[in-house]
């Protein structure tokens, strides 16, 4: 149908050059208009426009045809790739979610033995900055998984097939998780409001894999 479109599309426009040179001479031979040079160019200007008509309505028919067609074949394949996404979309997010959960307690434990340990000098960013680097490694990798989550985030909130509220709910856990591991690859605050703030997040991440597997 593309091809059909793009047919009438320059014949409308050969047309339309046509017409236009018929119609200038018609014009001109206007002054005798029993003559046969009138006439005819009378005779082909409107033939001519006729098939400009013609192949602009024809054009417009294929092309939206074209457009319906391209939809569908848009609509098949999101259709067909949906089911991966979601499936690798959810698998990451089930590895990663304990990953982070795992390192923000190793956090917790290490700065709460600090405390504990500590004398009347304890010194809070030392403290950070020594946890941070012993965990770099770690660090490194969830901030690097996260962006890959992201991306395929990105990929089922582009899909035309995927549900408004199965997109929310993946944007959602998205988020949950991404928050999660900014707080356990940027530590800062207190020791309780970083405590406070692991078991809240943690649990918004939980129920977001609950809800990620009722999908």
Not at 57 to 74: F, H, K, P, R, T
Not at 79 to 92: C, D, I
């Amino acid at each position: 149908m593309e091809s059909i479109a793009s047919v009438l599309s320059l014949g409308f426009l050969i047309a339309v050059i046509i017409a236009i040179v018929f119609g200038v001479k018609w014009f001109k031979a206007r002054k005798d208009k029993s003559g046969d040079n009138y006439k005819k160019n009378k005779k082909r200007t409107i033939i001519t426009l006729v098939v400009m008509v013609v192949c602009l309505v024809g054009g417009s028919l294929a092309q939206n045809e074209a457009d319906a067609e391209e939809q569908a074949a848009i609509e098949a394949r999101d259709k067909k790739n949906y089911k991966g996404e979601k499936e690798k979309f959810v698998t990451m997010y089930s590895i990663l979610g304990p990953t982070v959960e795992d390192l923000s307690k190793k956090e917790i434990d290490e700065w709460g033995n600090a405390i504990d340990n500590s004398d009347d000098d304890f010194d809070v960013d030392a403290t950070i900055d020594g946890i941070e680097k012993k965990h770099s490694e770690d660090i490194d990798s969830v901030e690097k998984e996260i962006e890959t989550l992201h991306k395929a985030d990105q990929k089922i909130q582009d899909n035309s097939y995927a549900s408004e509220k199965d997109k929310k709910t993946v944007h959602s856990a998205y988020l949950n998780l991404k928050h999660f591991a900014n707080h356990a690859t940027d530590i800062s605050g207190s020791y309780n409001d970083f405590s406070d703030e692991h078991n809240d997040m943690d649990q918004k991440t939980a129920d977001s894999m609950e809800e990620l597997q009722d999908l």
